[in-house]
């Protein structure tokens, strides 16, 4: 088994303001991590910014020019109370959505068995053509529409374990029954969407965590709920939207996931992988903002993606 790391410093250049929790930080650990001794035999590459025509499969050209032209030389630029742009911000955003577009390609063309994408800003929250929440593109949807479009992918699930409700991947694809989005969550919390009752063209299965919930209701969720669906739809793809801020040590959630929780499920989600689509794996790294819960949890899904 194979797996590829995807990532570039220059995700670094996007800045937040003093004490946002979605800071330069946040990758470094990833980063020193994943160079310890363990993961030397994963295959590296480096993330390139995704083409126009490409992040346009899902957001419009005049959301992607306003990017582009609010994006400032200088200084920052409030877009909402929680997301602003930086002079390096917009290249950021795009090296972000490249580097999952290229794991697309070196997973369904072979050359690797899955692949991991260490990159940010983060992309879920991301509408078609409202940034919010951290992000700017949606990185996970424009992933997916990359492996329809070039490879013919009829059907790509999209998994999402973030504490967070993903509702920018949801809204995109509300009426595509080619893509199933599946999602744990606490709630209620931000952005305040992702209840059971969402389903979309029934491609969307949300399954809510409370405040407190731990290992046991976040497998309940997945056993009982989501993995029936996912092997029922048998996608030509699994893309992880990972997540780690449902840990235990994260300061801006309360679920109590450690990182043997975030093995498993990447265990799970590799079985069916196997079972369905020739272990196609893409997993794009979302939120997570304690660094040693963050940096921990990571290196736990790397190694399980690794077959360690």
Not at 61 to 81: C, K, T
Not at 258 to 283: H, P, Q, Y
Request: one cysteine or more.
């Amino acid at each position: 088994m194979s797996t590829l790391l995807v990532s570039n410093p220059l995700c670094l250049n996007h800045m937040t303001p003093l004490g946002h929790p979605e800071r330069p930080d946040r990758l470094r650990v990833v980063e020193r991590i994943l160079e310890h001794e363990r993961f030397q035999v994963l295959a590296r590459e480096a993330a390139q910014p995704v083409e126009i025509d490409v992040a346009a499969r899902v957001h419009p050209m005049h959301y992607l020019e306003m990017l582009h032209d609010s994006s400032p030389l200088e200084g920052m630029v409030q877009i909402d109370n929680d997301t602003s742009l930086s002079p390096g911000t917009w290249h950021a955003a795009r090296l972000s959505a490249g580097g999952s577009v290229m794991a697309v390609d070196e997973v369904m063309t072979g050359k690797v068995t899955n692949a991991f994408v260490a990159i940010r800003p983060p992309g879920h929250h991301a509408e078609s053509a409202t940034p919010m929440g951290f992000c700017y593109l949606n990185n996970a949807a424009v992933a997916a529409r990359h492996a329809q479009a070039a490879y013919g992918a009829g059907r790509v699930a999209i998994v999402d374990f973030d504490v967070h409700h993903g509702n920018g991947t949801q809204q995109i694809f509300w009426s595509d029954p080619s893509v199933m989005y599946c999602s744990t969550h606490e709630m209620p919390l931000y952005p305040g969407t992702g209840a059971p009752s969402e389903t979309g063209v029934g491609n969307i299965v949300n399954v809510p965590l409370a405040a407190g919930d731990g290992g046991p209701e976040f497998k309940a969720a997945y056993d009982g709920i989501i993995f029936p669906r996912l092997k029922l739809f048998k996608p030509d793809l699994i893309i992880i939207s990972a997540g780690f801020d449902a840990h235990v040590r994260d300061p801006l959630a309360n679920i109590n996931l450690i990182e043997a929780d975030f093995a498993w499920v990447t265990k799970r989600l590799m079985e069916i992988a196997d079972e369905s689509c020739g272990n196609r794996v893409v997993s794009i790294l979302e939120g997570g903002y304690d660094l040693e819960g963050l940096a921990r949890s990571t290196a736990a899904h790397v190694m399980t993606l690794m077959g360690a």
